[in-house]
Nanobody
């Protein structure tokens, strides 16, 4: 069985925080680039952050630098996205995805990814 399941979304006020989780079943994450993407209504899918499962290198889209942090818990085979200082423009469905033997340098190109989770809704509103 190979499965990605996102969780942790919800409704928060501007300035608040959320931590998203991506539980990976049946994957050896060392062999993948792990990406977080988001899609707001009427907008294209956007890469948010990614990391190399092999060496831990990371990348962030400019709009979230200094606010979001991607991390991994090897024992739980789970990847996290800590989101702080949330803004209304962060509202979207957030997805995690895996690319086998991918590169961080191209990790915001969603068409490269082999596996996708079902998504979790993040709503930032006052």
């Amino acid at each position: 069985q190979q499965l990605l399941v996102e969780s942790g979304g919800g409704l928060v006020q501007p300035g608040g925080s959320l931590r998203l989780s991506c539980a990976a079943t049946g994957f050896i994450l060392d062999y993948y680039v792990i990406g977080w993407f988001r899609q707001a209504p009427g907008k294209a899918r956007e890469g948010v952050s990614c990391m190399s499962g092999r060496d831990g290198s990371t990348a962030y889209v400019d709009s979230v630098k200094g606010r979001f942090t991607i991390s991994r818990d090897n024992a739980k085979n789970t990847v996290y996205l800590q989101m702080n200082s949330l803004k209304t423009e962060d509202t979207a469905v957030y997805y995690c995805a895996l690319e086998f033997k991918g590169f961080v340098s191209t990790c915001f190109e969603g068409q490269r990814y082999d596996y996708w989770g079902q998504g979790t809704q993040v709503t930032v509103s006052s």
